[in-house]
C-alpha cells in the first residue's frame, strides 16, 4: 500500500463518518457532508495525477494496467454522482448516500494498489 | 418512520422535500424516495461495479470458466433492472422490483451455498460467491433490505390503506 492509498483512507474515513453523523444526526446535507465527498475526489485526482506522472517516470504497473485506469476513473464517478442525487432531494437519507462515498473510493484505491504492484 | 414531522427543530431546508408529496396517493411515486434512494444507490454501485467485472472475466479469460463468468453476467443485470425498476413509479415497476430482488436473494444464496459446499465446480469468483464475501456480505444484506423496503411501500397501500 503506498501513499496514494493512505490518504483516500483517511480522507474517505473521515467523509464516511462525517457523512454518516450527519445522517444519524437527522440532518440533510450540507456543505460539511457535501466539501468531504469532494475532497475524496481531490484525493482521487492527486492519485491520478500521480499515477500519470509515475508512468511517464518509467514505472510500469504489474496487473492490467487498463483494469487500473478503470478503476480510478470510476471511482472518480463516484463522488460527482452522490453528491448530484443527495442534491436532487435533500433528507437524512442522502447523507448515507454521500456516506457511501468515502468507503467505496477506499475498497477501489486497495484495489488499485493490487493491480498497481 | 421519522420523516412525519414537517416542522421539525432542523431547519436545515428542504429536510422533508418530497416526503409529503410521496405519501400523496397511489399514484405518486413512493419507493425513489428517503430511504429508498439510498438503496437505488447502492443498486447503482453494485449494477456498476458488476457489470464491469464481468465484463473484465468474459473478455479477458471466459474460457477458463464459462459458467461462472456467465453468472456474473447474469448478477450484472439482476442489478442493474433492480437499479433501474426501484427508480420508477408505477405497479408494473415494483412487480419488477420483487422480481429482481428476490432473484437476486436466491442467486445469492444458491451460488453462496455452492461455492461452499462444492468448491471444486465452483471455484471462480463471482459477486455472490462466499454469500458476496468478496463485496462485505452487501450482496446478502441488500435483497432483504430490498425486501422489506418494497413491502413497506408496497402499491395496494395507496389505494386501501390497510
Known sequence: MDAFFYIILAVGLLSTVICLAAGIMKKAPNDATILSVA????????YLVGSIIRVIAGET??????EFWGYLVTAMLLPPAAVYWSILERTRWSNF???????????MAARMNQIWY | MNEQHPKSADASVGDQGGTNKARTGANGN????????????????????ATARAGYQILTKFSDAPVAYLLS???ALVYAVATVSLAKSG???FKVSVAAVLVELIGVVVVGSLSIFDSVAFPHETVWSLFGRGYGFIPLILPVL?????????????????
Open chain 1, 39 to 46: 475532497a475524496v475526489e481531490v484525493a482521487l485526482v492527486v
Open chain 1, 61 to 66: 504497473i504489474a496487473g492490467e494496467a487498463w
Open chain 1, 97 to 107: 448516500v454521500l456516506a457511501a462515498v468515502g468507503v467505496t473510493a477506499l475498497v
Open chain 2, 30 to 49: 413512493t419507493r425513489n424516495t428517503g430511504p429508498g434512494r439510498l438503496l437505488i444507490a447502492v443498486y447503482a454501485v453494485f449494477a456498476i461495479s
Open chain 2, 73 to 75: 453476467a447474469f448478477a
Open chain 2, 91 to 93: 405497479s408494473t415497476w
Open chain 2, 146 to 162: 430490498g425486501l422489506v423496503w418494497l413491502y413497506r411501500r408496497r402499491p395496494s397501500l395507496g389505494k386501501a390503506d390497510r
